[in-house]
């Protein structure tokens, strides 16, 4: 997809390879602050919402809760438990595995069970406390936590093997996860409006048990092959996709209570993410890989996860504040939904001058890097979940795909397959009216350009120009720079 055009963007590329050092700096690491002791590996762990306690749910029936301030600690003893999350008050807890309870922390006794589903004895896993902690979100259905009584199940509207459900925090929407066909993990992903009592959306997830909304409950995020793909609530588009580096499907993700950082679980320990920049800022060392439980504390300077029978407490305040100064860039807000903000976005770039054009040569590399050969290879596997991954992946793409596709097209036989091809260039065609958000910060990082309007503004529009030959994108640039040298701002 990308082709060098050698002396003529040398220059250029040497600035953007400064400014990716900038924009996007090396990983920082760092060890557990603490380390807590339990009786057993703990499946599941998390932090009281006043930020004064946590707690590990052990599958021996152990529930070890710590105070984090004078580091005393209590043990419950419960049937059977694998999640537990404590509710707004953080004097009560809720623990689920065959069913639900709710305890009260000072006497150590349950004071409410929840109902299970009628005829079933489905194993539950607790996802959080939604609505204020009016709801519980369990298994694939959400639980009224004063009655006891279940309020929604996925069961409702189709009778598919649900593996389990995420709901908003204000509980009005549920994402839920469905098996097809064979395997132990969810392939479909399909979003319902609670009140409306039917499902909005429906898309693969390649094999996946994670997937969540952020604490605002604007994006909905799950797991594609390796990306994490997050998707705008009101209109279901992508609006990012963050890379991973050997998930494999099988680690853990979350989100922090700020929705800027994303935990994820790694081959080389706990790695952050500033998903809206697209890159790993820091690496938790000692925890381990492909951790299943990772918790953010509620104010997002601490973050636990579970290594054998420990639980792993890091201190993410410096990184937390460097991601706070990051996110101040206006070419970060380049892709911002509000035309406005964007608009000011690239009025503030243009005063800045040559400031911000290593850093938007950085973004455009890192959009137009994202590789196109491998899905389209697999758009024809005989195995219908490559290939459904591979034509969402490619969809999530847009007209950044397009070469390739066109490319692709010109070489396919197989009729299915070119059929699939087809299918996907009409929807780039259809959508250049309707944009991604990377879609729209490309445009918007050309418009950028353009207002600069100086001699390395116009080599970045080379640049751009030869990265993507064949790409809309390219298209807009050439002419942006055929327009800077027809007012006579720079050279031909």
Same mark, same amino acid.
């Given at each position: 997809m990308r082709r060098l055009l050698g002396p003529i963007i040398a220059s250029c590329l040497a600035a953007s390879a400064t400014c990716a050092e900038? =924009? =996007?700096p090396a990983p920082l690491t760092t060890q557990p602050a603490r380390i807590l002791h339990t009786s057993q590996q703990p499946e599941s762990v998390c932090f009281s919402p006043d930020g004064g &306690?946590? =707690?590990a749910a052990c599958p021996d029936g152990n529930l070890h809760i710590w105070n984090l301030n004078d580091e005393t600690s209590t043990t419950l003893h419960v049937a059977s438990v694998r999640q537990a999350f404590f509710l707004p008050d953080s004097k009560t807890l809720a623990t689920a595995s065959t069913r639900l309870e709710i305890w009260d922390l *000072? &006497? /150590?006794k349950c004071i409410r069970e929840c109902e299970p589903r009628p005829g079933t004895n489905e194993t539950l896993f607790l996802r959080g406390i939604r609505a204020d902690g009016k709801l519980l979100d369990a298994g694939a259905g959400l639980w009224d936590a004063q009655t006891g009584h279940l309020v929604f199940h996925c069961m409702s509207f189709c009778n598919l093997p649900w593996y389990g459900s995420s709901a908003t925090p204000d509980g009005s929407m549920i994402a839920g996860g469905y098996r097809r066909g064979e395997g132990d993990a969810p392939s479909e992903l399909v979003l319902f409006q609670r009140d409306l009592k039917q499902p909005i959306w429906q898309g693969g997830m390649n094999n996946t048990s994670f997937w969540s909304f952020t604490p605002d409950g604007q994006f909905l995020a799950y797991q594609l092959g390796? *990306?994490?793909?997050? #998707?705008e609530l009101c209109t279901m588009q992508i609006a990012r996709s963050v890379r991973l580096d !050997?998930? *494999?499907g099988k680690g853990g993700f979350t989100i922090s209570p700020d929705g800027a950082l994303i935990a994820v679980a790694q081959r080389d320990g706990v790695a952050l993410f500033d998903w809206r920049r697209r890159h790993r800022i820091a690496t938790l060392r000692g925890a381990p890989p492909l951790a299943m439980d990772i918790a953010f504390g509620p104010d997002g300077r601490l973050l636990a996860t579970v290594l054998n029978n420990d639980v792993l407490i890091? !201190?993410?305040s410096s990184f937390t504040r460097r991601a706070a100064l990051e996110l101040q860039s206006p070419v970060d807000s380049l892709d911002d939904p509000d035309p406005v903000a964007a608009i000011d976005a690239i009025e503030q770039i243009a005063m800045h001058k040559d400031q911000d054009i290593p850093s938007i040569i950085a973004h455009f590399k890192h959009i137009l890097n994202e590789p196109c050969t491998q899905p389209i290879d697999q758009l024809g596997d005989p195995d219908f979940q490559k290939r459904e991954s591979a034509l969402l992946l490619l969809q999530s793409r847009g007209f950044i795909a397009e070469p390739a596709l066109r490319r692709a097209a010109t070489a396919e036989n197989?009729? *299915?397959?070119l059929a699939r091809i087809q299918q996907l260039l009409d929807l780039v065609e259809r959508r250049k009216t309707n944009l991604l958000a990377e879609e729209k910060w490309l445009i918007r990082g050309v418009q950028s350009l353009e207002r600069i309007g100086s001699p390395k503004a116009v080599e970045a529009l080379r640049y751009l120009e030869a990265a993507a030959p064949g790409c809309h994108i390219a298209t807009l640039a050439a002419a942006a720079r055929l327009r800077l040298v027809? #007012? /006579?701002?720079?050279a031909r």
């Open positions: 900038d =924009a =996007a &306690s946590i =707690a *000072e &006497s /150590g390796d *990306e994490l793909i997050f #998707r !050997d998930m *494999e890091y !201190d993410l197989f009729p *299915e397959t027809a #007012r /006579g701002t720079v």
